[in-house]
């Protein structure tokens, strides 16, 4: 019994050291969105909109619980989403695995910072507006061939879409270097 109760004192301690230390990550490291799913009926928007078909390989930028992921490869596209909170990249692995989709869908436990798009032909985000003026720059410096770009209730302040529907919004990216 005093074996178990050191135990349990033990993994609760590195339990909270663990979430201390991703909250620093997380907050200080690597700041983004906080966790808000999107709805399942913006992802089919959102996948609509941008027109996605086996063709196509979409990046999910904060992919989340990996709705996204799961909706892009039912429909026969590879789908790769950068999540850093390993609790959702945990969650989004199960639920592909349970789906038999992790031949076209893979979740990077990863900023979507350091993503790499040379792959992509469609991105999607779902970030609060501090961040979207951020993303344009990073996308302008990182993406040097044509991506559909969809963005679900923030459109970008200073870019106009190609399209727009019921707060989802299509943006072609285009910035050769």
């Known amino acids: 019994m005093l074996y178990l109760l050191l135990f349990l004192v033990f993994f609760l301690l590195w339990f909270d050291i663990f979430l201390i230390a991703y909250q620093f990550y997380a907050h200080f490291l690597h700041p983004g969105a906080t966790y ?3 709805t399942n009926l913006a992802v089919t928007r959102m996948l609509k909109l941008a027109q996605v078909s086996s063709w196509d390989t979409l990046v999910d930028l904060g992919s989340g ?3 996204i992921l799961l909706a892009t490869a039912r429909l026969g596209a590879t789908a790769i989403g ?6 959702l990249v945990w969650l989004s692995r199960r639920r592909i695995r349970q789906a038999n989709l992790d031949k076209l869908a893979t979740v990077r436990w990863q900023s979507f910072w350091k993503a790499d798009f040379r792959q992509a032909t469609v991105i999607t985000v779902y970030l609060l507006p501090k961040l979207m003026d951020r993303l344009q720059r990073f996308l302008e410096n990182n993406v040097n061939h044509p991506i559909r770009l969809v963005t679900n209730n923030y459109p970008f302040r200073h870019l106009s879409p190609i399209k727009h529907s ?3 919004y299509l943006y ?3 910035y050769p270097k």
């Open 166 to 168: 019921n707060h989802v």
């Open 36 to 38: 808000f799913p999107t």
């Open 172 to 174: 072609q990216f285009h």
């Open 82 to 87: 950068y999540e850093i909170n390993p609790l």
């Open 65 to 67: 619980d990996g709705r």
